[in-house]
């Protein structure tokens, strides 16, 4: 077992052991996994044949550098086959690359590379076929590049963030912890995103450009989304709810009595969620300098956990947001900071777990109210709730410097995280315990 993880070949053995499995598992599932790809496909042969691209010439639900990832994979082939084949491709190189950074992470990089795999395994196939599988490897390389470099992090999320919202969240976390964010983290990320702006805009998209943010709100409350949970036990008793399928973007929903105002409930909180970790994260970051790494990865974790839990589509996907600050932090945290991510990362595993039974093992019962899947999917919700109020209380306590110490001892460039210099003899700060 040592061996394994201190070698870099058991790791790439891992890695195509475990890809393999997941397209093999994926294409026993077929359309319940390939469902997203094949609108994906339809959207990239209407811009390659037609030249009628998603954003340039008509709203969208996803940003405007969502297109590049959708895009690419149908340069060769017409087929959805085809299609599908280059896509799942896209991911796995993503992952290499994402798993590539992991190994290569001071201290225990290398465990942080096999929990990762560990992490896939037990969310399944489904990341395999959706952006979040893009984000996903995102995430995992800016939060790796993220202390040294925080400007190339910056810029890798927000280009991240242009394609799916989750990796914003390594920018507003950046932003709230680094010593100078103006050349760290406001001039890089306005660069990305003028650049993005300005193609789209080049494109003809105009004021589409920013339309993704509209056609959210006008989304319902997902039926697997934290906050559907009461409505989706109450349907077990009441005929009043009820699942049904939007057409529009062919998605479940939940109707009945309330379901409505959550809907939009949620979309004031989300802001509000957001809007208060950074501010946390910004008063801990100032009150002890001396673990701005902690303070990171802690507030990146706290982010995309309010983006599933306050969230009112909530697709099971969302889920592989949450494993990479988690991996990094595995493979940062010093002696003391072990075993304050050591049970979220089990946590996180059994998470990932109970996503997947619920899709796409038993997501048809879902929809049918069969009352096991009903009762885990509320299970599953309720963890990602407990994970989300754990990363915060760990966030204010950290600001609080109350538990006793445990920096990750990486020290940052100077002109980002890097931690406040200590007296001779001092020992590192303390961090959530």
Do not use: C
């Amino acid at each position: 077992m040592a061996w394994a993880l201190r070698s870099p070949w058991a790791l790439v053995a891992g890695f195509v052991l475990v890809h393999a499995w997941l397209i093999v598992d994926a294409q026993t599932w077929g359309y319940r996994i390939s469902g997203d790809v094949h609108l994906y496909w339809y959207w990239a042969r209407a811009g390659w044949d037609q030249g009628t691209w998603p954003v340039l010439d008509y709203d969208w639900v996803y940003p405007v550098a969502a297109l590049l990832p959708i895009a690419a994979p149908g340069i060769v082939g017409s087929s959805v086959e085809a299609y599908y084949a280059q896509f799942v491709a896209l991911i796995v190189v993503l992952d290499a690359v994402a798993l590539w950074f992991l190994a290569r992470l001071p201290g225990r990089g290398r465990i942080a590379a096999w929990w990762w795999l560990l992490f896939l395994v037990a969310l399944g196939p489904i990341f395999l076929a959706r952006l979040d599988g893009v984000a996903a490897a995102l995430l995992v390389i800016s939060l790796a590049v993220a202390v040294r470099r925080p400007a190339v992090a910056t810029a890798l999320a927000t280009f991240g963030a242009w394609v799916k919202i989750a990796p914003g969240a390594v920018v507003v976390a950046l932003l709230t912890t680094a010593r100078r964010p103006w050349r760290t983290v406001i001039l890089p990320g306005a660069v990305v995103s003028v650049a993005v702006v300005a193609l789209a805009l080049a494109g003809g998209s105009g004021p589409r450009v920013l339309g993704v943010f509209g056609t959210q709100d006008a989304r319902g409350l997902q039926s697997e989304s934290v906050f559907a949970t009461p409505f989706s036990i109450l349907r077990l008793v009441d005929p009043r709810w009820r699942v049904w399928m939007n057409p529009d973007i062919r998605t479940l929903e939940i109707l009945g009595p309330g379901t409505i105002t959550t809907g939009r409930l949620l979309d004031v909180l989300l802001v509000v969620a957001v809007l208060t970790i950074a501010a946390i994260s910004w008063w801990a970051a100032r009150r002890r300098p001396e673990v701005r790494t902690d303070v990171l990865l802690l507030t990146v974790t706290a982010l995309l956990l309010s983006l599933i839990v306050f969230n009112k589509v909530g697709s099971p996907q969302f889920v592989a947001w949450i494993g990479p600050p988690v991996a990094v932090a595995i493979a940062l945290a010093g002696p003391g900071a072990r075993s304050v991510w050591s049970p979220p990362a089990v946590a996180v595993l059994v998470t990932a777990v109970l996503t997947q039974v619920l899709y796409p093992i038993a997501y048809w019962q879902f929809m049918l109210s069969t009352p096991w899947i009903v009762l885990l999917a509320a299970v599953r919700n309720v963890a990602l709730v407990v994970l989300f109020v754990g990363a915060v209380v760990q966030l204010v306590r950290l600001g609080r410097g109350r538990p006793a110490g445990l920096s990750p001892g990486v020290r940052a460039d100077r002109e980002g995280l890097q931690d406040a210099p200590r007296a001779p003899g001092q020992q590192p700060g303390p961090t959530p315990g």
